[in-house]
């Protein structure tokens, strides 16, 4: 048991009781009367026997309940409390997960019943909140105990900044709403210190304030907690939720592919995962536009401790490798060890072959084997199910411009499935500017050309649409610069996960000259490739122009002799192509994200529908980029407009539309076993064992009801006339 104001109550006691006792030594001021008979006043004479002072008390049950009366008020001032845990220091920073993991349904709820992480680290976290300290009448609210509360999932949200208010503290707990999207901590943590409070120490200048505590409310499940620092004064508590071994199956990648030759028959791509150590049989069904369309049964492999023994995701994020992982959770590398949050989850997959012509919305769902209903034993039912969004099958049209008679460029363009290739010289190139007709292809190719520079000098500006550059460096609003010549030059490093760049490799490409390009600062311009002298390959958009160039000539280097350069080419042509001529579009996504894409030119009357069925307006930048977002949950998003429609839209009268599949995807989110220990950026931050919603127990309230009841008890007595 703890006081929080013993001195208060103390001096009240002190100062009451003796009061009290006195009051009963004083002698009353009473009128003589004469009267003939005293026979019926032994009460009176007796009355006057007790209040002659310096006189022997005697027993007197008005006054023992007068005294439990006081003795009751004066202890409810000390503040008497059980402690339901123990606190460390007074001032505190509460770190609250909301990331999709913590929805998984393996916290008992006091019922019989189960309820979610989530729930569960928020009820912990306001038991925590009731424990804190208290400043007292006599000692102040500065002895009281501070917190502030941030929530975290990718991003980081300060919900109430440092305060000793506990209503605040717990409607801003109480506020926090889970997403379905990855866990970043890192972030958080920064938050943190950043709102510690400094002091300035004379001869020394600004140095950090009192030390304070980080509480950790999570599962566990944060990969890049490696990255996570804290000042050297400051001190964490992980409080673990959830359970080590609670299984889950999850679906964690999806795509689609449509064949080159015949874009009407498309492939569904569907990836697997199981955490639980014995293989799991579940039936994957597919939905095309909510029908369901196929059913497969699978079985996805156990999960097992061989290989690394951190997740795939966690090692490769922290930037760690199996020594340094296998050292933060206190074991041997290589050595067997049956911590189930060790192991590396089964995996598996499944694959769709479908005839679909026109765009439609795919959804996977996971169930129970020869059933309809979910799958059994899965405490995470947000990954058992994805999205995603197929464009319409479609061959697109191309156009080269170019003066060269022969290139290895029509070799290349040769071999894939156009819907129409059209050569033509610049001056051709200029009438179809001047009468419109640039909209009739899809991607259009500049070989060695660009269009002259205007009279003041400055490169022109390219007309709105896709452009694949080969041997120029395009100027004007895209922020790029042409600044002189190079040598001989090779490939020193490229985006290998860019759609472009996808399994390409170019450490053998050799270019015997190249156009040195500066790009301005502010550009919105990305580096794919970088050579020794500079940018190689370059992404660059605006103003309703998206352009993919390379500054060489084609014929000055061995690419040509490369099968890597017919794939690119292929690459480009298809990922410029789908991008509705104006800019770079995401299609698939995850919650916690911001979607930036450019809508087609001449686009009006936006709106954005959520997958919740409610819809908002979306305003447009000058050049028909929009941007919404962070993202929540998973689901389709569609874009609806009124205008023009890309090869990749969905065109209904006068309105067109284009959707944004949202997935959780996340492997490392979908091994959902909590872990008693996390592997910080200096210390291992071990999980609690008293981790409860236990909160401080107070008893003045109980006080405050018995000595109303003893003083209701004692007027009872008084009025009755009972002395004892």
């Known amino acids: 048991m703890t006081w929080l104001t013993p001195l208060l109550g103390g001096l009240a006691a002190a100062i009451a009781v003796p009061l009290l006792i006195i009051l009963y030594f004083l002698k009353l001021r009473r009128q003589d009367l004469e009267v003939s008979s005293t026979f019926l006043w032994k009460k009176a004479i007796q009355d006057l026997q007790a209040n002659a002072p310096f006189q022997k008390l005697r027993r007197n049950l008005l006054l023992f309940l007068q005294l439990l009366v006081l003795a009751g008020l004066c202890i409810a001032l000390a503040q008497p409390q059980i402690e339901g845990q123990s606190i460390i220091g007074n001032r505190h920073v509460i770190l609250i997960d909301r990331s999709a993991s913590m929805l998984s349904l393996d916290e008992d709820d006091g019922r019989g019943g189960k309820q979610s992480r989530f729930d569960a680290a928020k009820k912990q976290a306001i038991a925590f909140i009731q424990s804190l300290r208290e400043g007292g009448i006599l000692s102040g609210k500065d002895s009281a105990d501070e917190a502030m509360v941030i929530s975290f999932d990718t991003a980081a949200e300060v919900r109430q900044q440092f305060t000793s208010d506990k209503g605040s503290l717990k409607s801003a707990i109480e506020a926090i709403t889970c997403t379905e999207g990855p866990t970043l901590v890192e972030e958080a943590f920064r938050l943190a210190q950043a709102h510690k409070p400094r002091r300035l120490v004379d001869g020394i200048g600004m140095e950090s304030g009192p030390p304070m505590t980080v509480h950790l409310y999570s599962d566990g499940r944060i990969p890049d907690a490696i990255k996570a620092k804290l000042d050297p004064t400051d001190s964490m508590e992980y409080h673990r939720v959830g359970t080590v071994a609670a299984p889950n199956v999850a679906v964690t990648g999806l795509r689609a592919a449509r064949e080159y030759d015949n874009p009407t028959k498309i492939g569904v791509f569907i990836s697997l995962q199981n955490n639980e150590t014995k293989p799991r049989a579940v039936d994957v069904e597919l939905l095309v536009d909510g029908i369901s369309a196929r059913i497969k049964n699978t079985t996805i492999n156990g999960a097992s401790n061989e290989g690394p023994k951190l997740s795939a995701a966690n090692a490769a994020r922290a930037g760690a490798d199996e020594k340094e992982a296998a050292a933060a959770v206190g074991v041997n590398a290589g050595a067997p060890v049956n ?149 001989p030059v090779g490939i020193v490093d490229w985006s290998a996960d860019h759609p472009i760049l996808r399994n390409i490799a170019l450490m053998r490409l050799r270019i015997a000259e190249m156009r040195k390009v500066e790009i301005e600062p502010g550009a919105g311009a990305q580096v794919l490739a970088t050579s020794d002298e500079g940018p190689a390959i370059l992404e660059a958009s605006a103003n309703a122009v998206h352009v993919v160039a390379m500054p060489f000539i084609l014929d000055k280097t061995t690419w040509a002799f490369d099968p890597g350069f017919v794939v690119f080419v292929g690459s480009a042509i298809r990922y410029l192509g789908e991008d509705v001529g104006a800019g770079a579009t995401v299609k698939d996504i995850q919650p916690g994200s911001v979607v930036s894409d450019r809508l087609p030119f001449g686009a009006t009357d936006i709106s954005l529908k959520l997958p919740t069925g409610e819809s908002q307006r979306l305003n447009p930048a000058a050049d028909g980029r929009i941007t919404f977002g962070p993202l929540i949950s998973t689901g389709i998003y569609e874009v609806n407009w009124t205008g023009p429609a890309g090869p990749i839209d969905v065109k209904q009268g006068t309105t067109a539309s284009r959707g944004y599949a949202a997935n959780l995807g996340d492997a490392n989110e979908s091994d959902v076993g909590a872990v008693e220990q996390i592997a910080m950026a200096a210390n291992i931050a071990k999980a609690k064992s008293d981790s409860s919603a236990a909160a401080d127990k107070r008893l003045w309230p109980y006080l405050l009801l018995a000595a109303l009841a003893i003083a209701m008890f004692e007027w009872f007595i008084y009025n009755r006339k009972v002395y004892v």
């Open 339 to 487: 911590d189930p949050s060790l192991n590396k989850p089964g995996i598996g997959g499944v694959v769709f072959n479908l005839e679909l012509a026109e765009s439609a919305t795919i959804q996977v769902r996971l169930r129970s084997p020869g059933s309809n209903q979910p799958v059994e034993a899965d405490v995470l039912e947000l990954d058992d199910r994805a999205y995603l969004v197929v464009p319409p099958a479609k061959k697109l049209a191309v156009a080269v411009v170019s003066n060269e008679k022969d290139s290895w460029l029509e070799v290349a363009l040769g071999g894939l499935p156009l819907s129409r290739l059209t050569k033509v010289d610049p001056p051709r190139f200029q009438q179809w500017v001047d009468e419109g007709k640039l909209g009739e292809y899809d991607v259009i190719i500049l070989e060695n050309w660009l269009p002259a520079p205007g009279k003041d000098g400055r490169p022109a500006e390219l007309p709105p649409g896709s452009y694949l550059v080969f041997g120029g460096v395009p100027g004007g609003k895209l922020g790029l610069n042409d600044v002189g010549k190079t040598g």
